[in-house]
């Protein structure tokens, strides 16, 4: 069973920077296409960043330009680093294979962005 442990989440004023983490237990980052997702309070979880397997990252229009996703497959780590933050971008941060599997959904990290 896989567990997906994300971290890094705070509170932050707009305009400044985070970086979240994701661990694995098992080693799955290598070779599959991995997500990082978030969800607003009575929004729907939403994809905002990708990497595939071969490394090809894709973005979320909302994020394109501020948020970097990276891996380090040999530590079963995913990252988000987050840039120039906006009160929007408040929401739990999920990692999870794209498209996503129900059974790895962890808790999440929470992200606060205040004005």
């Known amino acids: 069973q896989v567990q997906l442990v994300e971290s890094g989440g705070g509170l932050v004023q707009a305009g400044g920077s985070l970086g979240l983490s994701c661990e694995s237990s098992?080693?799955?980052?290598?070779?599959?296409?991995m997500g990082w997702y978030r969800q607003a309070p009575g929004k729907q979880r939403e994809l905002v960043a990708r990497?595939?397997?071969?490394?090809?990252?894709n973005y979320a229009d909302s994020v394109k330009g501020r948020f970097a996703i990276s891996r380090d497959a040999a530590k079963n780590r995913l990252y988000l680093q987050m840039k120039t933050l906006k009160p929007e971008d408040t929401a739990v941060y999920y990692c999870?294979?794209?498209?996503?599997?129900?059974?790895?959904w962890g808790q999440g990290t929470q992200v606060t962005v205040s004005s």
């Open positions: 999870n294979r794209d498209p996503p599997l129900n059974t790895y």
């Open positions: 098992r080693i799955i980052f290598r070779l599959n296409a």
């Open positions: 990497i595939s397997g071969g490394g090809t990252t």
